[in-house]
């Protein structure tokens, strides 16, 4: 029996054209974690196989619709020794909402360094037990550091999160599924300070980048944790890691978002 996340990112393909119906979001609009995962299948399955993902920038050029099929068409950008680049663009009914840039990497025996951290909530302080709001997004435990966020259903950073269900001993899969959930909380790790909130405008993801330094086990906790950096014209930036219950870097994540008031 395939994972919730094998089966999100199943794709009906035609050479290096892909088709997903598996479309759900919050509302009427498409998450778009769930449009980067496919994109970012998508590419992999172009792929020759050992290459394992390394990074991706995206656009959320439009809002998506759910119950519309999605169809990725994947641009083989370069396939060189040790890196190959593909771009993906995801339309609906034609239309372009969505544009991916990704490279794979050939793995490479080398120095394996970061700078120390120590996760900012230590998992034995976030005590917090909660499920997500929406089927969709139901497949991870999630534990929220204490606070007024510990209150609330939708999980801003930092939050401690893993799948509660098994998931493939696969590298793309398992970026996938990173890259699923790297979308959630962004744009709210973003908001300006003050105390508005989104006017008739509304907030949204405008770009999305995610680069994946060390492989994952989605079994295990791991901490997100994104802080905003910038707010100008519109636009929030918030920077994000994911990393392990040891200190350990896995991935890290850079989010612009549109909030108007």
Request: with cysteine; net charge negative.
């Amino acid at each position: 029996m395939s994972s919730w996340i094998a089966e999100l990112v199943r794709l009906d393909r035609s050479e290096h054209t892909f088709r997903a119906s598996a479309a759900y979001g919050a509302g009427p609009r498409l998450f778009g974690g769930l449009i980067a995962a496919q994109a970012l299948a998508a590419a992999g399955a172009t792929v020759e196989p050992g290459r394992l993902p390394q990074s991706l920038h995206a656009y959320f050029i439009k809002g998506g619709r759910i119950g519309v099929d999605i169809h990725f068409t994947v641009e083989i950008t370069r396939d060189g020794r040790s890196f190959n680049t593909r771009r993906v663009t995801a339309t609906q009914d034609g239309v372009a909402i969505f544009e991916m840039l990704a490279s794979f990497h050939k793995p490479e025996t080398t120095t394996d360094w970061q700078l120390p951290r120590e996760p900012r909530v230590p998992l034995t302080e976030a005590t917090i037990l909660t499920r997500l709001p929406v089927e969709w997004a139901d497949h991870f435990d999630i534990r929220l550091a204490p606070g007024p966020q510990s209150r609330v259903d939708w999980p801003t950073q930092p939050f401690w999160f893993r799948t509660r269900e098994p998931v493939e001993d696969d590298p793309l899969l398992r970026a996938c599924a990173l890259t699923f959930i790297s979308d959630l909380g962004m744009v709210s790790s973003a908001r300006p300070p003050g105390p508005e909130l989104p006017g008739p405008g509304g907030a949204a993801s405008l770009d999305h980048a995610v680069w994946l330094h060390r492989p994952t086990d989605p079994h295990q906790w791991h901490l997100y944790d994104a802080t905003a950096v910038s707010h100008s014209d519109a636009r929030g930036l918030a920077h994000g890691s994911f990393q392990r219950d040891d200190g350990t870097l896995i991935a890290s994540v850079a989010q612009e978002s549109l909030w108007r008031t």
